[in-house]
């Protein structure tokens, strides 16, 4: 059974930083894309990173200069490091990867975690 759960988020003040962490299970996590999404209230859910399994990254254009994203696959564990926040990056972020076999292609996400920037 394919499980993501996010965890990390919080209240932080504008300008400081959080970083966000998805642990893994039933499926070879090191084998798959790791992406981060988030979604405000009253928006459509947005990509924000994502990690390829050879490490390769790619960025929303929002995140670049401040968010990055990593995999520790020996801890089965997806991060998002997220600095210099600001109001905007209140939303819940989501873990998710997309797993394909011989006659599948799922997509899965966890529950979400919630991120507040306020003063």
């Known amino acids: 059974q394919v499980q993501l759960v996010e965890s990390g988020g919080g209240l932080v003040q504008p300008g400081g930083s959080l970083r966000l962490s998805c642990v893994g299970s039933?499926?070879?996590?090191?084998?798959?894309?790791m992406l981060w999404y988030r979604q405000a209230p009253g928006k459509e859910r947005e990509w924000v990173a994502t990690?390829?399994?050879?490490?390769?990254?790619g960025y929303a254009r929002f995140a670049k200069g401040r968010f990055t994203i990593s995999r520790d696959n020996f801890e089965n564990t997806v991060y998002l490091q997220m600095n210099n926040l600001v109001p905007e990056d209140t939303a819940v972020y989501y873990c998710?990867?997309?797993?394909?076999?011989?006659?599948?292609?799922?997509?899965?996400w966890g529950r979400g975690t919630q991120v507040t920037v306020a003063s």
């Open positions: 990690v390829y399994k050879s490490e390769t990254t």
């Open positions: 998710n990867t997309v797993i394909t076999s011989s006659a599948n292609t799922d997509s899965y």
């Open positions: 039933g499926f070879t996590f090191s084998g798959y894309p």
